[in-house]
């Protein structure tokens, strides 16, 4: 039973990365964004009850993965987990001056939603939910990741846009709850400074 978890997991990592390839994608049907937001977005050590995974091999997959498509933006990935449960994980990914998906705020965020929940097949974006940004500002959304059949497959997407900045997070094995309470504490951690 523990190998299948494992390939599900593998898989869903796998998406995330594929995800956030088209989430920094400059090719046609993207948007450069623009007007306010941080010029920087930093990568602290701890937040809230997170820290900083010795583990960020997926992040430097990401950055791997978008090398070079990024428009000129900077962009950012790094992996935390739970203080008290390493099997708690949030991917954050995104970046600064970087392309986004075309259309109006709704599509932007649809898309960005939906980051790596086109491999594996079957799975799909649940209800989205506004989310307080915290005082990083910008508009921002979660939405559950619905395994094929219904099932619960322990993913919430969140995405955030300020301006410049747009971030992606994956939270594995959190509630849609608790993502959307951790949320504005992340946001606001990384645009410190």
Not at 112 to 119: A, K, P, W, Y
């Given at each position: 039973?523990r190998?299948?978890a494992?390939?599900?997991?593998v898989?869903?990592?796998?998406?995330t990365v594929a995800?956030?390839?088209?989430?920094v994608a400059?090719?046609?049907?993207?948007?450069?964004s623009?007007?306010?937001?941080?010029g920087?977005?930093?990568?602290?050590d701890?937040?809230?009850?997170?820290?900083?995974?010795?583990?960020?091999?997926?992040?430097?997959?990401?950055l791997?993965?978008a090398k070079?498509?990024?428009?000129?933006?900077?962009?950012?990935?790094?992996?935390y987990?739970d203080?008290?449960?390493?099997s708690?994980t949030?991917m954050?990914?995104?970046?600064v001056?970087?392309?986004?998906p075309?259309?109006?705020?709704d599509?932007q965020?649809?898309?960005?939603?939906?980051s790596?929940?086109?491999v594996?097949?079957g799975v799909k974006v649940?209800t989205?939910?506004?989310?307080d940004?915290?005082s990083a500002g910008?508009?921002?959304?979660?939405?559950?990741?619905?395994?094929?059949?219904?099932?619960?497959s322990k993913f919430?997407?969140c995405?955030?846009?300020?301006?410049?900045?747009?971030?992606?997070?994956?939270?594995?094995?959190?509630?849609?709850?608790?993502?959307?309470t951790?949320?504005?504490?992340?946001l606001?951690?990384?645009t410190?400074?």
């Amino acid at each position: 039973m523990r190998p299948a978890a494992g390939r599900r997991r593998v898989g869903a990592l796998l998406g995330t990365v594929a995800g956030a390839a088209l989430l920094v994608a400059g090719a046609a049907g993207c948007s450069s964004s623009s007007g306010g937001g941080s010029g920087t977005l930093s990568q602290p050590d701890k937040i809230a009850s997170l820290k900083k995974s010795p583990d960020q091999s997926m992040a430097k997959e990401i950055l791997k993965a978008a090398k070079g498509q990024t428009g000129g933006g900077k962009l950012t990935a790094v992996v935390y987990q739970d203080g008290s449960d390493s099997s708690k994980t949030v991917m954050v990914y995104g970046g600064v001056g970087i392309p986004l998906p075309s259309g109006d705020t709704d599509s932007q965020f649809t898309s960005m939603l939906g980051s790596g929940t086109e491999v594996g097949g079957g799975v799909k974006v649940g209800t989205v939910a506004d989310v307080d940004a915290g005082s990083a500002g910008g508009n921002a959304k979660c939405a559950p990741i619905l395994a094929s059949g219904g099932g619960d497959s322990k993913f919430v997407n969140c995405a955030w846009i300020n301006g410049k900045s747009a971030l992606v997070l994956t939270f594995q094995s959190y509630s849609a709850d608790d993502a959307r309470t951790l949320l504005p504490q992340i946001l606001t951690a990384m645009t410190k400074g």
